[in-house]
């Protein structure tokens, strides 16, 4: 089974805290992605990576930076925390295989890390 | 740009009755389709997904959808609800694999009435 962990399940930070989250995968994936989920807006594509020291920004890039030094960990990180990203943060990761196996051609996503800044 | 659009942020249906959870998507390629359920405290995992192969698609747990290219939907449908059906789904649409970038709707919330 396709294991995505998250570093912590919730998280409380004060405005202006440098804040790290991270993600691990343990299925040797190529792609990782990291997305925040709000209300009414469904989820939004922050970063994403296609291979180790590459990314790439997503829909919503403004506020956060990522680090992607080792395959399996994806890192986000918000430099100077705000209340507006008070969110639910999920990573997912995904092979780069191009097949339509469902078991490849698919993302899988860690339990989420629920983010309350102050 | 491709995106989706989802009518119906809530949706309460009978234990027993039709699911209905719509999808319509913009694209200005041929698209890949897909749904996705969250259910509470966990993350998404994928309940189908179109890709060409036919236009109606068999996924887990009884679900199924139809991609519809005249009408641009690919709503989700169960004939017979369960209280497990209970959770958010959201379409999500590519212009390539699933595995690569994904641009989702904003959910439909579903709830089912005992």
């Known amino acids: 089974d396709v294991k995505v962990t998250q570093s912590s399940r919730y998280l409380v930070k004060r405005t202006g805290e440098k804040v790290f989250l991270e993600c691990v995968q343990d299925m040797d994936h190529e792609n990782m992605f990291w997305y925040r989920q709000d209300p009414g807006l469904g989820l939004r594509l922050i970063y994403f990576?296609?291979?180790?020291?590459?990314?790439e920004k997503g829909d919503i890039p403004e506020g956060y930076s990522v680090s992607r030094e080792k395959k399996e960990r994806f890192s986000l990180i918000l430099e100077s925390a705000s209340t507006n990203q008070t969110s639910m943060y999920l990573c997912a990761s995904s092979s780069n295989l191009r097949d339509r196996d469902t078991s490849t051609d698919t993302q899988y996503f860690g339990p989420g890390t629920r983010l309350t800044v102050l | 740009a491709q995106s989706v659009t989802q009518l119906g942020s809530h949706v309460s249906v009978s234990e027993g009755a039709l699911v209905l959870l719509r999808c319509n998507y913009s694209s200005s390629v041929p698209p890949y389709l897909f749904w996705y359920v969250q259910y509470p405290n966990q993350g998404l995992q994928l309940l189908l997904k179109?890709?060409?192969?036919?236009?109606l698609v068999k996924g887990i747990n009884g679900f199924e959808a139809e991609f519809k290219k005249s009408e641009t939907s690919f709503h989700l449908t169960k004939p017979s609800a369960h209280m497990s059906d209970a959770a958010e789904y959201f379409c999500?649409?590519?212009?390539?694999?699933?595995?690569?970038?994904?641009?989702f709707g904003t959910g439909t919330r579903l709830t089912i009435i005992p």
């Open positions: 999500a649409v590519s212009e390539g694999f699933g595995n690569e970038k994904l641009t």
């Open positions: 179109y890709t060409s192969a036919a236009t």
């Open positions: 990576s296609y291979d180790v020291k590459m990314k």
